[in-house]
């Protein structure tokens, strides 16, 4: 009797338990049923990409479809639509379709930048529990990378978007995001971008390395750990006998960068060279790059061990900005030197400019120091020369013989332009010069007929010459000065330095901001002194190009130039075989 009492009462618990099991779900269902009436009750909920999840909860939860469908439509705004709506009435109008596109694209872009919140993007992927559809499908237009790009850089800390650019480097489009800063963060993303970009900087010429190298070195300074990484890997690459030099060249420049953004790299450059086994000398380098000055102790100490008989490789010092503070201490105007150790300091850069060392399998094997001598004497002859404050232009005239023969080395020829900068950027010094052309540019011209590889270099100071604003002078001498620096190009241009030199007259048309007259001036004299009707053709497809002006506006340009009729149908008919398009007539 027992048993079937408490058999029974088995069954009451049993079915109490049950009971309360049911009441528990009630409850739920009412709770996850007024959680979806929540999103269905917000602004066109029914364009959302997760309404069909919701209404598959919603129904499971034993929700009413009536009601469902009246939320949704009474929240229903249609802005999508209506968008859709109104671009179509613009391209019925007339517009551009592509126009109508890019007008809506950067609106959306503008609002999602302005109310993007980085922790409702991070609860994306807690929701989703993997990547979404819809953000794959993003990255694939270019209008949307570009968005993250910007998001990223204005919230680097969101998750979100740091997995985004993860999936644009994936996806191949690595070569994007090189001024993203979140892609500094990453190991694999940053690896990947450096090497795509180091290609890109390596195969496309001088003209691509200027254009890409200031975002190149932007990405690569942008901590510690990139700079070191991206050094560390070109290293090694610039041992590599084919393109190595090329990636030394571009780690150099890289090296520049960081100095010139306020940035002491200088330990990591002797680090990843071969200074490590010399300490002492490590050590005098290193002290002297952080200082950025150059001291008799130091110099001292890197003498006595480049003058010994087993002299470190001259390697450790071709650092470029190490080179550079020699050429302040012994070229620029007004440097004083302690005379009693100036010939150490000669010594070292004439070593450095003029030691050849042969290396097999990392053992030096010979070291020619054929030049050091008569290096080391052209560079103290010009040092005298430049430093002497007695001396001026006129002393300097009975001097070009000897200027002219020391400059045939390289490492003089770079310092006396060093010097020649220096010396003419001083605001009076056209103002107290009174020949037509000063002695300190026609030594440009000497640079420029010895030293093919300081063509960049002379044109980059006669352009800042150019430019520049000279007040104090009036507007007649303004011209004629301007005139004595567009010689020097045409010389500059004789020397086989042709297009930089055209294309910047070209700009210079372009954008109209200076004299016709000077641009008339540099076409006489290059076409009076190169008359061959087909480089004159040439000339006339880089400077007039009708993408410029009209060929009627270089019709009249030809006459204001007062080529002869000749010469002008050669330069019009020139750009027609050039650049002929579908019904020009010339």
């Known amino acids: 009797m027992d048993e079937e009492y408490y058999s029974g009462s088995g069954d009451w618990e049993g079915t109490e338990g049950n009971m309360e099991d049911g009441y528990g779900e009630g409850e739920n269902d009412g709770k996850i049923q007024e959680a979806c009436l929540e999103k269905f009750s917000s602004r066109d909920y029914i364009m959302e990409p997760a309404i069909f999840s919701t209404l598959k909860t919603y129904f499971q939860a034993g929700g009413s479809p009536e009601h469902v469908i009246q939320l949704l439509s009474e929240n229903y705004s249609a802005v999508a639509q209506t968008v859709n709506l109104l671009a179509e009435w613009l391209i019925q109008m007339g517009v551009e379709p592509a126009q109508v596109q890019e007008?809506?694209?950067?609106?959306?872009?503008?609002?999602?930048?302005?109310?993007?919140?980085?922790?409702?993007?991070?609860?994306?992927?807690?929701?989703?529990?993997e990547t979404p559809a819809w953000l794959e499908q993003m990255i694939a237009h270019t209008t949307w990378r570009d968005l993250f790009y910007k998001l990223a850089e204005a919230h680097p800390d969101c998750l979100m978007l740091n997995f985004t650019v993860k999936l644009i480097s994936d996806a191949g489009y690595q070569g994007e995001i090189t001024s993203v800063s979140t892609a500094c963060q990453q190991l694999e993303v940053f690896s990947r971008v450096l090497r795509t970009s180091l290609a890109a900087l390596l195969?496309?010429?001088?003209?691509?390395?200027?254009?890409?190298?200031?975002?190149?070195?932007?990405?690569?300074?942008?901590?510690?750990?990139?700079?070191?990484?991206?050094?560390?890997?070109?290293?090694?690459?610039?041992?590599?006998?084919?393109?190595?030099?090329?990636?030394?060249?571009?780690?150099?420049?890289?090296?520049?960068?960081?100095?010139?953004?306020?940035?002491?790299?200088?330990?990591?450059?002797?680090?990843?060279?071969?200074?490590?086994?010399?300490?002492?000398?490590?050590?005098?380098?290193?002290?002297?790059?952080?200082?950025?000055?150059?001291?008799?102790?130091?110099?001292?100490?890197?003498?006595?061990?480049?003058?010994?008989?087993?002299?470190?490789?001259?390697?450790?010092?071709?650092?470029p900005a190490f080179l550079d503070l020699f050429m302040q201490s012994l070229f620029k105007p007004g440097s004083k030197i302690n005379q009693d150790h100036k010939h150490k300091y000669i010594h070292i850069l004439a070593y450095a400019a003029s030691v050849v060392e042969t290396w097999k399998k990392n053992k030096r094997v010979n070291i020619n120091k054929d030049e050091l001598k008569s290096t080391s004497k052209a560079i103290e002859t010009v040092h005298n020369l430049c430093c002497n404050e007695n001396k001026g232009a006129t002393e300097l005239i009975a001097e070009l013989g000897t200027l002219y023969q020391c400059i045939r080395f390289p490492v003089v020829a770079m310092?006396?332009?060093?010097?020649?900068?220096?010396?003419?950027?001083?605001p009076r010094y056209f103002q107290l010069q009174t020949d037509h052309t000063p002695v300190h540019l026609a030594l440009l011209d000497e640079i420029c007929t010895c030293h093919q590889l300081l063509h960049p270099q002379v044109l980059q100071l006669l352009i800042k010459l150019f430019e520049t604003e000279h007040s104090?002078?009036?507007?007649?001498?303004?011209?004629?000065?301007?005139?004595?620096?567009?010689?020097?190009?045409?010389?500059?241009?004789?020397?086989?330095?042709?297009?930089?030199?055209?294309?910047?007259?070209?700009?210079?048309?372009?954008?109209?901001?200076?004299?016709?007259?000077?641009?008339?001036?540099?076409?006489?004299?290059?076409?009076?002194?190169?008359?061959?009707?087909?480089?004159?053709?040439?000339?006339?497809?880089?400077?007039?190009?009708?993408?410029?002006?009209?060929?009627?506006?270089?019709?009249?340009?030809?006459?204001?130039?007062?080529?002869?009729?000749?010469?002008?149908?050669?330069?019009?008919?020139?750009?027609?075989?050039?650049?002929?398009?579908?019904?020009?007539?010339?």
């Not at 002078?473 to 086989?496: A, F, I, P, Y």
């Open 472 to 586: 104090q002078l009036d507007v007649m001498e303004q011209l004629e000065l301007k005139k004595t620096l567009l010689d020097r190009m045409v010389h500059l241009l004789s020397r086989g330095y042709v297009l930089p030199v055209v294309s910047y007259m070209r700009k210079c048309l372009e954008k109209l901001n200076t004299d016709i007259s000077l641009i008339r001036y540099f076409v006489t004299e290059v076409t009076a002194a190169y008359g061959n009707l087909v480089y004159v053709c040439a000339l006339s497809c880089q400077v007039c190009s009708p993408v410029v002006c009209p060929i009627s506006a270089l019709r009249r340009l030809m006459l204001t130039v007062s080529i002869p009729l000749l010469v002008s149908d050669v330069f019009t008919r020139g750009v027609g075989i050039c650049q002929k398009k579908p019904g020009m007539n010339i």
């Open 415 to 426: 310092g006396v332009l060093k010097w020649v900068d220096w010396t003419v950027s001083e």
């Open 103 to 129: 007008r809506v694209e950067n609106h959306l872009k503008s609002l999602l930048i302005k109310h993007f919140d980085p922790q409702k993007a991070d609860s994306i992927f807690t929701v989703e529990g």
């Open 203 to 319: 195969d496309g010429g001088e003209e691509n390395l200027e254009k890409n190298l200031p975002e190149f070195a932007k990405m690569v300074c942008h901590g510690e750990h990139t700079y070191l990484f991206a050094q560390a890997m070109m290293s090694i690459l610039a041992q590599e006998e084919q393109g190595g030099s090329a990636v030394r060249r571009i780690g150099q420049e890289v090296q520049k960068s960081a100095h010139e953004r306020g940035h002491d790299a200088s330990q990591i450059t002797l680090a990843l060279g071969t200074a490590a086994a010399y300490p002492r000398a490590c050590q005098a380098l290193g002290a002297m790059l952080s200082k950025g000055a150059l001291n008799p102790a130091d110099i001292t100490v890197l003498f006595k061990m480049f003058s010994s008989m087993d002299p470190p490789p001259v390697e450790l010092i071709r650092v």
